[in-house]
């Protein structure tokens, strides 16, 4: 009797539970219709960690989210609709409207174009003929951009000993000034970009783009910098296929004052295995000059090669690894402990661990071994330096990430002058146009 009575009450339990998710959607289903999106998205998105899964549940939030304004969410629950239900023409037809939302326009045409190959009625086709229009007009000409701003700690700003005292063969003991070691701060700092692309045919195109960054320390103002970056350049696209020559150039300031100049060619061939997976060989030569430290003027050569991939899934991880070689010859003569050899890889990835917040990781290796000994310690300098970081992204709102990181570097020197350990909290607030 008691194991009828536990069925009968689970058996009631499921029925009431699927009679409120019915009334759950069909209140969305009716604030839709009443283009009340912000109503429904409110509605729906508290019930996401129990319903997701559930296309309908999904469609709804989805759709709701996207008229909302919130298009990175509305692929997120899309993308789950599909995983099901990959023959659902009215899910692929919106997650294509969220992905042209968030500036994805390749994305967003192939979506498209999925669409317009089944068999839909004559409107919906009509609809679909438009947006892939719109699309192609403003490929002709991308724009991209960022804003971002943020503060923090930094632990070390002048990338220095901790040390106050070091030892010089033949002299003994030498102390540093206070400038020569560690010095930590809280700091500000705001950066920007932007990148266009200017097609001038189906193959050919224009590439380019500037950026910028500012670091204020609060109390160590000598170690402010400031860093520009240009770049200009052609791109060949066949099929899979994409080759890129450009030049960089590069200014960068110490405490407003002029510091370093770069000069430069960079060459690229990416390889498209899937829309998911790339390939990419790169190779780069500059020139560096110090206006007032001439004798440090240096050519600089580097030749790497890079993988991406991304990954299916509730949890979208990607992946992403680089390792590369290069030489930096000092231009003046007699100073070969100012040149050096180098090697390095890197890896990191990203991952999603709930609506609009993602994790992301980074590991860094290099080694450099310089061309000769150091005139005052009679030794060969080598470096093996190693960076760790990691963070937490959240979409505030559409194209609004507040992004929070830590940074650790480790410079592993068998000269103590240049061994160091650094540490960098920040936390920022980004805006994608």
Known sequence: MRLGKAILAAALAAVISSALADALTDRAKQLLRDRQAKQAYELLLPQEPARAGDPEFDYLLGISALDSGEPERAV???ERVLAVQPANHVARAEIARAY????EREAARREFETVRR???PEDAKATVERFLSAIAAADVTQVRGYLEAGFGYDGNVNSATASSQIAIPGLGIATLNAASTRRPDHFGSFSGGVNVTHKLSEQWALVGGASGAIKINADE???DTLLADANLGARLTRGKEAFTLGAQLQHFELDFNRYREVQGLV???QHSYHERRQATLFAQVSDLSYPTQSIRDA????LG???????GGDYAPVVFTSAYIGQEREDADGVPHLGHDLAGIRIGGQIRIATGVSAFANAAYEQRKYGGPEPIFGVTRKDH???LSGGVSYLLRAATTLIGQITHTRNDSNLHLNDFDRTVVTASVRFNF
């Open 305 to 311: 090669v890079a993988y991406g991939q991304a990954l």
């Open 221 to 223: 103002g000598q170690f």
């Open 118 to 120: 089944q068999q839909i």
């Open 267 to 269: 060459a690229q061939w």
């Open 76 to 78: 997120f629950a899309l």
């Open 100 to 103: 042209l939302a968030l500036g």
């Open 385 to 387: 330096q190693y960076d």
């Open 299 to 302: 050519k600089r050569g580097v």
